[in-house]
Structures are given as C-alpha cells and as structure tokens.
C-alpha cells in the first residue's frame, strides 16, 4: 500500500470530506453527501483504498433479508492528505499587504 | 419494465468483474439493492464504472479484438475490391467478380480465424465473446463499407459467396471457425496455465 504524492482532484478530497467523520460510511451516503453519480464515487473509492487514503469493511445488513454493505471510513493518511488539500496554496500576495 | 432495465443493467455492471474488483462490484450491487429511487441511474453509473474497469484491465484484449475486427480479411478484402473498382472499368465488373472466385476462402479465414484463437488465449474466459463477436464485427465492417463505398444495396449480398457458399451459409462456417478456434485458443490457455489478469 503505497501512498502517491499525486495531488487529489477536488471530487477525491469531497470523498474524503465527507467520510472525516468517526464512523463508517456507506456508498449511498458518500455518493448524497458530495452528489456524485456511482459511476464517478466508486472509481475513486477503489483508487483512495489502494492509496491508503480510506478504508473498507462490509458491515451486516440493517434488516433481515437485506444485503451486507460496503462501508468506509477515512484513515490517518487520508485525514493528512485532506488536511494538506485544504491548506491554501502559495498566495501570490505578499505578506502584510494592505 | 422500469425494474427490469434496471436489474439488467445492475447484472451487466456486476457480472463477472475483473480481478481485484469483486468487492467493490457486490459493493454498487448491495447499494442497489436498499436504493427506492434513482435506481436506474445508480445502475447506469455502475455500468459505467465496470466498463473502466475492465477496460483498465483489458485493454489490450480491447485493443486486438478492435484491431482484429478492423484490419481483418473482411475489411481489407473490401479495401482490394475498392481500389480494383477505381482502375476497372464499370463495364468489366464482373472481372472482379471472376477474381473473387479465384481466391481460396479458407486460406483467407485465416486471420480471422489466427485473431479469435490468440484474443481467446489471452483472455480465455472471453472466449465466446472473441470467437463470435469477432467475425460478426468484422463482417458488419465489410458489409457497411460495401454498401457505403460501393454503393450497393444489401441484396447484393445474396450474390455474394464466401467458401463457395451462399452469403448466409459461408457466414455462418466463419463464425464456426472463430468459435472453433477461440475453444482451442481458450484450451491452450488453460492448458499452459497462463497467469491471472492482474488488478485494473
């Protein structure tokens, strides 16, 4: 599991936002919480689990007769790179301008 | 009806993913599966993550099957046939003709029949998929590029033979050679024990 220094696109860091929370997180709810479409979230849920940046379990179904499902939940490195996402970049204005 | 797309579509999306994503493909299935709305549209996505998946992971299945239906005898056949009819005078047409007789058909599956074999070996669980959509895809090509390059209605392919047999017959033997040869390329794969496709 090795940890890229590629940048995340801003659809990766909404993911990771919105799972910077102490619990687990299905897909659902990931995919309403950034609004993005299945066929967007899981591509880039698959690329930050290899990446280290989030985690996966399958917890067991709610209700008899429903499936068990994918859940995620951020992990240290995520929260550091979501951490260095948010922090401004280099501002072109100086200092203690006014 | 609505259900049914939408349970096609999700079965498409999950069915036989490529290495390393089974559990990410039960995963969108199991989401389906609780989801009231936006089903279809969940699904949909799906498909469309499964799709870059395993073209990530076949691409160069993807790349020799387009490459092998493309540039394969069918089309090529109709790129001789179209440079002849440039220099052949209208009125001796049926030279051409004369010609396409001439050519042994069976020496002339060959490529095709070398394509679904090696696509099969590649990717041996694709085997039905290289031994039948290969020649049908590579057929349709020639079919498209006689009508929109000759000008020649579709019926003209009842005058057409391949292997000394009527369009439909001769067709149909090609397509028993694709199968034919994807089962044995499959065969040979798993005989020699090729390795798993790695991860997309």
Redesign the interface.
């Known amino acids: 599991m090795t940890t890229r220094s590629r940048p995340l696109s801003s659809q990766a860091v909404a993911v990771l936002d919105a799972l910077d929370r102490d619990e687990w997180r299905?897909?659902?709810e990931v995919a309403a919480a950034t609004r993005l479409?299945?066929?967007?979230?899981?591509?880039i849920?698959?690329r930050m689990s290899e990446r280290g940046l989030l985690e996966?379990q399958w917890l067991p179904p709610e209700r008899p007769g429903?499936?068990?499902?994918?859940a995620y939940r951020i992990t240290g490195a995520g929260r550091t790179a979501l951490a260095a996402a948010r922090r401004p970049h280099h501002s072109l204005e100086p200092q203690g301008a006014f | 009806m609505a259900g049914f797309i939408e349970t096609l579509l999700i079965d498409l999306a999950t069915a036989n993913p490529p290495p390393g994503?089974e559990?990410?493909s039960?995963?969108?299935?199991?989401?389906f599966?609780?989801?009231e709305h936006g089903r279809a549209?969940?699904a949909?996505?799906?498909?469309?993550?499964s799709l870059?998946?395993r073209l990530r992971a076949d691409w160069v299945f993807v790349a020799g099957f387009l490459v092998a239906s493309i540039l394969d005898f069918g089309a090529f056949h109709a790129l001789v046939t179209f440079a002849l009819l440039l220099v052949i005078p209208r009125d001796d047409w049926m030279q051409l003709a004369n010609l396409y007789a001439a050519i042994n058909y069976e020496l002339a599956l060959a490529p095709i029949v070398f394509c679904c074999g090696a696509l099969a070996a590649y990717r041996p669980r694709y085997w039905l998929f290289a031994g039948l959509v290969t020649p049908i895809l590579d057929n349709l090509i020639s079919i498209w590029f006689m009508v929109a390059y000759f000008h020649q209605p579709l019926s003209v392919l009842a005058r057409v033979r391949i292997m000394d047999a009527r369009f439909d017959i001769g067709f149909g033997a090609e397509l028993g050679y694709g199968l034919v040869a994807a089962l044995i390329g499959r065969g040979l794969s798993e005989y020699f024990g090729r390795k798993p496709a790695k991860a997309a």
């Open positions: 299905y897909g659902l479409k299945s066929g967007s979230l899981y591509p849920l698959v996966a429903r499936p068990a499902r994918h | 994503r559990a990410w039960h995963a969108m299935r199991a989401e599966e609780v989801l549209g969940w949909l996505g799906c498909l469309g993550a870059g998946w």
